[in-house]
């Protein structure tokens, strides 16, 4: 498969001619080639971007809100085929891939909707005969940068608001996912989006992430990857004065007390530590259990865990897939050495697994854990998870609050006076009671505080709002001046 860039309405090649290859990572073979833009692309990408947004803005909100519906309808209708080919790129199993494309149809839909409600506010003027409300108006061009790990839901929370808020679009995808960004953007076109409403650029984020950072046309950066990266994204952008959308990583905790169902407890760390191999921002990474039930969840843990079978996502007898690449497989691999290096006991897994060519890591539970090891402050972004125990929830929640991170924690317990409590103490933007950390439904805001991101949220009505400018507007129907703050004795419109 030869993808292509799309700008201005039309599939093109790169000004450089040349490509790169796409992999299945649970085989390690190419099965495509994208385009390895740079910044002549980016530029082209925008100018259609700036030239389309005019007569974008000027389309009805609930009409460009009739195109989100018809863009839920096609993927609603083509979500088995892009499921088996999101398995094929990405490599996380069938029903979470299913789910993954299930998330952008949602997404669909929530903003088809709020294509008809766009609310804004109207308040009492202090005046009389006049009237006084705000309206959310649409930014201009904004650049989308998104990862691999959630290729069709993650371009699905920026690109539907921000073009149902009347924006124009350059997307630039992960390398690692180009077919799945194709096509995207492809049942964007057959929903009849105008031409230069969402272009998308392959490439390097490097060359091409930065040149549109950069762009003085891009008036908004939306950017979903690494804490690393997404600091440098605000700096290039902030000296810009841009408006920038951060969503970075994550250091997610479930936090289990001695009188949780350790049962359930145990169902909820599994698919939150080893669900898409733990390549989620939401991941569960830290487990912070309670010293008298210590035990038995640890061995439910390891018994489960250990049964896990990894292999090729599309197979019905796979429960952990591949990780998305090599850089990646070392980069985990390099987190058990670290943690045996500061003291922790590997209880399953530990190993890369080797299938002869896929890129596999077997789930790995570390025990012996304390918070202030790396294991439990940094970011794996792979099926790992590290066992602290606490002796009150006290305690625990000051170890869930101990890292950088702000996105997910969770809370397993029957009590609930501490689970208002943890829902009062918990430092992050997602908090989930009996249930793991993973799994955020669209219709609110997603996102995290302190290290994850920088005070905005996707999805929900809060995702509309990096897309929207706030307009003021005042009405003076008197027919003579009024000052608002001085003439304060005009009492009545009566006359
Ligand atoms: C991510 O990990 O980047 O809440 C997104 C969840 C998913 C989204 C995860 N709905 O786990």
Redesign the pocket.
Known sequence: MEFKNYIDGRWVESATARRFDTLNPATGQPIGTAPDSDERDIDAAVAAAAHAYRPWRLTPAPRRGEILYEIGRILRERKEDLSRFLTTEMGKVLPEAR??VQ?AIDMAFYMAGEGRRLFGVTVPSELPNKFALAIRDSVGVVGVIT?W??PV??PSWKVFPAIMAGNTVVFKPSGDTPGLATKFVEALIDAGLPPGVVNLVHGPGAAVGEALVSHPQVKVVSF?GSTHVGRQVAERAGRLNKKVHL?MG?KNAIIVLDDADLDLATEGILW?AF??SG?????ASRVIVQRDVKDALTQRLVERASALRLGDGLLDTTDVGPIINQRQLTKIHSYTEIGRGEGAAVLTGGEVWANGGGFFYQPTIFDQVTPTMRVFQEEIFGPCTSLVSVDSFEEAIAANNSVQYG??SSLYTRDVNKAFQAIRDFDTG?VYINHG??????QLP?GGTKGTGNGHREAGIAGIDVFTEWKSVYIDYSGRLQRAQIDTDKLTGAN
């Open positions: 789910g993954d998330e990862p790990n959630f839901a993650i979903t969503e994550g939150s669900g898409t390549q989620r921002c939401t991941a996105l997910s997602l950390t993973i799994g955020a439904e669209i997603f």
